[in-house]
Structures are given as C-alpha cells and as structure tokens.
C-alpha cells in the first residue's frame, strides 16, 4: 500500500502534460536530486532529515524519504514552470500538525539547484544512478 494520494484539485499548481518540456534545461528526468538543508543551519544535536526528489513526465515529482524509488512508496507531488521558475507542491504529515501544503521555488544558479520555501533554503543535488526509468507515478 502506498503513501496517501489527494485530488489534484487541491493543489494550487497543475500537472500540466508536457511540462516536463520546460525543465529539461533544469532537470533531467534520468537522474535523481537529493535535498540537502543550507538554511537555518540545524539546532544542536539535530540533523536535517534529506529528502529525495524523483521528477516524471506531465508535471509529476514524487519525494522520497530513502533510495527505494518505488513510486508507490512516494508522497505525491506536483511540479509547474511558471516565470521561469521552477515550483514543486506536495502534502506533508505530521504528527503535530496533520497534512500541510509545501511550495518551494527552484532557480538555477551557476549550475547549483537552489530550492526556497519560507525561511529554508535547500540544494538539490543530481545523482545519476543506474535503473528503469519506465515505471509512473499512480497519480
């Protein structure tokens, strides 16, 4: 069984078919993007928990919390260029709060994926690995 999916209809961007068109300068659909937390450096003893981004054709990107890339293991997530800019949206879960909605904008600097939401700043950094990259997402 995998993560709980929500109506698209509750985002407030679009998985648009094609989009993926407007990233290939960005991102390569091949290759995986590790999140790695610049931005408040972490409180003592507290470590960042590193997140992996997956994006798909039509908009898609799922984010993963290890290296078992099954997207049915994802939390669903929906990517849109808008202004040049790359934005992901996705619904989080804790225990504190219940579902939340994330937005982070991704710009491109010198080469280096930058992400930015709210008071966080994130690199994204590309891992090329070996696998099948067939398989969709089930949203």
């Known amino acids: 069984m995998g993560r709980k999916r929500f109506s698209l209809s509750r985002f407030s961007l679009h998985a648009n078919k094609g989009e993926e068109q407007k990233i290939k300068n960005m991102i390569d659909l ?12 972490p409180k003592e003893n507290y470590t960042y928990q590193t997140y992996i981004y997956r994006f798909y054709k039509d908009g898609k990107v799922g984010i993963f919390s290890d290296y078992n890339l099954d997207p ?8 849109e260029v808008k202004n040049g800019k790359l934005y992901i949206e996705y619904y989080w879960h804790s225990v504190q709060a219940g579902y939340y909605r994330v937005k ?20 994204l950094k590309k891992e090329n690995i070996n696998g099948d990259f067939s398989d969709e997402p089930d949203w």
């Not at 049915?72 to 990517?79: N, Q």
């Not at 982070?104 to 690199?123: A, F, P, R, T, V």
Request: proline share 5%.
């Open 104 to 123: 982070i904008m991704i710009d491109k600097h010198n080469e280096q994926l930058l992400g930015y939401s709210g008071d966080y700043i994130y690199s």
């Open 30 to 41: 091949n290759s995986i993007y590790k999140e790695i937390t610049l931005s408040p450096p």
């Open 72 to 79: 049915m293991r994802a939390t669903m997530g929906i990517y």
